[in-house]
């Protein structure tokens, strides 16, 4: 075993420069992408939250005490993207051109499946975009059920697949069949705004 300083000290300068996000110094810093050219980018990433039944139909038929869990859940997620880069440190300011976030009940799963697909044209990528809508939105739909269903959790953040930029297209490998899903109609959530 070689307890070498000089060599410690090499390799660990050597490692400074591998990491995008830390100086040489070894603090942290956001990545200059000045130099990279604008293109147009989008990534999708999904989280899963764990229901009751009981739960997955008050939250079907809108008979939740807080409200339509779907609709405020998809809107927190549009609104977390926005500002990813207030929520994690070394996240560039990118503008969204598109952020769009569908929770889909699965009753053979046992709960809502959260998507959430974010695009933009610009020097970065948007995967934390992406993930931090859908876990967000897992968290919205959390904060809206926990008073009925203290056994709901929030599993499966994940990225599922980007495009654009220099490293090309990405997809996440198959991990099985999908489960079969049920998507909600926006008319059959519960009363509309007004009429509750």
């Given at each position: 075993m070689n307890d070498d300083p000089t060599r410690k000290s090499e390799s660990e300068r050597r490692e400074r420069r591998r990491l995008t996000h830390v100086s040489r110094g070894g603090r942290p810093r956001m990545v200059d992408v000045s130099a990279k050219p604008p293109t147009a980018r989008r990534a999708t990433a999904e989280?899963?939250?764990?229901?009751?039944q009981e739960t997955i139909s008050a939250i079907i038929d809108g008979q939740m005490a807080k409200g339509d869990v779907l609709t405020v859940a998809e809107m927190a997620g549009v609104?977390?993207?926005?500002?990813?880069?207030?929520?994690?440190?070394?996240?560039?300011?990118?503008?969204?051109?598109d952020i769009v976030v569908e929770i889909?009940?699965?009753?053979?799963?046992?709960?809502?499946?959260?998507?959430?697909?974010a695009a933009t044209v610009a020097g970065t990528g948007v995967e934390m975009e992406a993930m931090t809508a859908a876990a967000i939105a897992a968290l919205t739909v959390y904060d809206m059920v926990k008073g009925v269903d203290r056994n709901a959790t929030m599993s499966d953040l994940?990225?599922?697949?980007?495009?654009?930029?220099?490293?090309?297209?990405?997809?996440?490998?198959?991990?099985?069949?999908r489960r079969p899903s049920v998507r909600v109609n926006p008319g059959t959530r519960g009363p509309k705004r007004g009429q509750r």
């Open positions: 989280a899963f939250v764990t229901l009751e609104m977390a993207a926005k500002r990813t880069w207030e929520l994690i440190p070394l996240c560039h300011p990118i503008p969204l051109t889909t009940p699965e009753r053979g799963a046992g709960g809502v499946r959260i998507r959430a697909s994940r990225l599922l697949e980007k495009s654009g930029g220099r490293s090309g297209e990405w997809r996440r490998a198959e991990e099985g069949p």
